[in-house]
């Protein structure tokens, strides 16, 4: 089991946000910080229009 990572990268609409931790991606867009490694590691949109990327690997599209 991967531990989980503590910098994402929040792209709205395909369109960068900026780098954030967990618990403030939670507060930023109302994702569940518990789901906020998951999402990243499997590229799963957030209400359709929320990417978020591990930071680093946000070079490898």
Same mark, same amino acid.
């Given at each position: 089991?991967? =531990?989980?990572?503590?910098?994402? $990268?929040? %792209?709205?609409? =395909?369109? %960068?946000?900026? @780098? %954030?931790?967990?618990?403030?991606?939670?507060?930023? @867009?109302?994702?569940? $910080?518990?789901?906020?490694?998951?999402?990243?590691?499997?590229?799963?949109?957030? +209400? =359709?229009? %929320? +990417?978020?990327?591990?930071? =680093?690997?946000? $070079?490898?599209?």
């Amino acid at each position: 089991m991967r =531990g989980t990572a503590c910098a994402y $990268k929040i %792209y709205k609409r =395909g369109r %960068y946000m900026g @780098i %954030y931790r967990a618990s403030e991606i939670e507060t930023l @867009i109302g994702l569940p $910080k518990a789901r906020v490694n998951r999402y990243a590691r499997e590229r799963m949109k957030w +209400q =359709g229009m %929320y +990417q978020v990327v591990l930071a =680093g690997e946000a $070079k490898r599209t």
